[in-house]
């Protein structure tokens, strides 16, 4: 009776213990799904949060100059704007101009619209001509990135210009950091696009 009992107690343990196993093997993937999710929506806010601060910095204290160099009236001072005179009495923020104002508008505009286009090109597979042609919405971001990257770039160059050579007409050089600039600027908005689909695989 007690081998009969004993017997049974162990045919029940490995029951539950394959049972266990069991629930552990199904359980497991789901985790593991979840914990990669996880650590790569972290990555994704880490990459935005950093990307944006170093985008902001560039574009505000460089890009800016180019748009002063270019767009005289952009050198305005807000504070002389009659509703944001309380920025007269603060240290950092009376030093804010319409440059870099314009500067951050770009910044965002451009890391949008090149984000999409790229996200339709390289992920959906669509040809941007076609779709162009086809969509109104592919159409006015395919135009708009285009002028809008056009404009970045010449606002850089004299940028690199003014603060390198003192405003002179041509430089190579500058040309050459220019043509680096756009490539760097549309293979981070590529870099964006993948950590973000990784991070949302459902969008």
Same mark, same amino acid.
């Given at each position: 009776?007690?081998?009969?009992?004993?017997?049974?107690?162990?045919?029940?343990?490995?029951?539950?213990?394959?049972?266990?196993?069991?629930?552990?093997?199904?359980?497991?993937?789901?985790?593991?799904?979840?914990?990669?999710?996880?650590?790569?929506?972290?990555?994704?806010? =880490?990459?935005?949060?950093?990307? $944006?601060?170093? +985008?902001? !910095? &560039? #574009?505000?204290?460089?890009?800016?100059?180019? *748009?002063?160099?270019?767009?005289?009236?952009?050198?305005?001072?807000?504070?002389?704007?009659?509703?944001?005179?309380?920025?007269?009495?603060?240290?950092?923020?009376?030093?804010?101009?319409? =440059?870099?104002?314009?500067?951050? $508008?770009?910044? +965002?505009? !451009? &890391? #949008?619209?090149?984000?999409?286009?790229?996200? *339709?090109?390289?992920?959906?597979?669509?040809?941007?001509?076609?779709?162009?042609?086809?969509?109104?919405?592919?159409?006015?971001?395919?135009?708009?990135?285009?002028?809008?990257?056009?404009?970045?770039?010449?606002?850089?160059?004299?940028?690199?210009?003014?603060?390198?050579?003192?405003?002179?007409?041509?430089?190579?050089?500058?040309?050459?950091?220019?043509?680096?600039?756009?490539?760097?600027?549309?293979?981070?908005?590529?870099?964006?696009?993948?950590?973000?689909?990784?991070?949302?695989?459902?969008?």
């Amino acid at each position: 009776m007690s081998q009969f009992t004993r017997s049974q107690s162990m045919t029940n343990g490995s029951s539950k213990s394959g049972t266990t196993n069991r629930f552990m093997e199904k359980q497991s993937p789901h985790h593991r799904v979840n914990g990669e999710l996880v650590f790569a929506r972290l990555q994704y806010f =880490a990459w935005r949060f950093v990307s $944006v601060i170093g +985008f902001a !910095i &560039l #574009y505000a204290f460089l890009l800016s100059e180019g *748009l002063r160099l270019i767009f005289a009236a952009t050198a305005r001072k807000l504070h002389t704007i009659p509703f944001l005179s309380w920025m007269k009495g603060y240290e950092d923020l009376h030093r804010i101009d319409l =440059a870099m104002v314009l500067a951050a $508008v770009l910044m +965002f505009v !451009i &890391l #949008y619209v090149w984000e999409r286009l790229l996200e *339709l090109m390289i992920f959906e597979k669509e040809n941007l001509l076609e779709a162009a042609n086809e969509d109104r919405e592919s159409s006015l971001f395919l135009y708009v990135g285009i002028v809008i990257l056009i404009c970045d770039a010449v606002i850089f160059y004299a940028s690199i210009v003014s603060l390198s050579w003192g405003g002179a007409k041509f430089s190579f050089t500058a040309l050459v950091a220019t043509a680096m600039w756009v490539g760097i600027v549309l293979v981070l908005a590529h870099l964006t696009n993948k950590l973000r689909r990784r991070a949302f695989p459902e969008n």
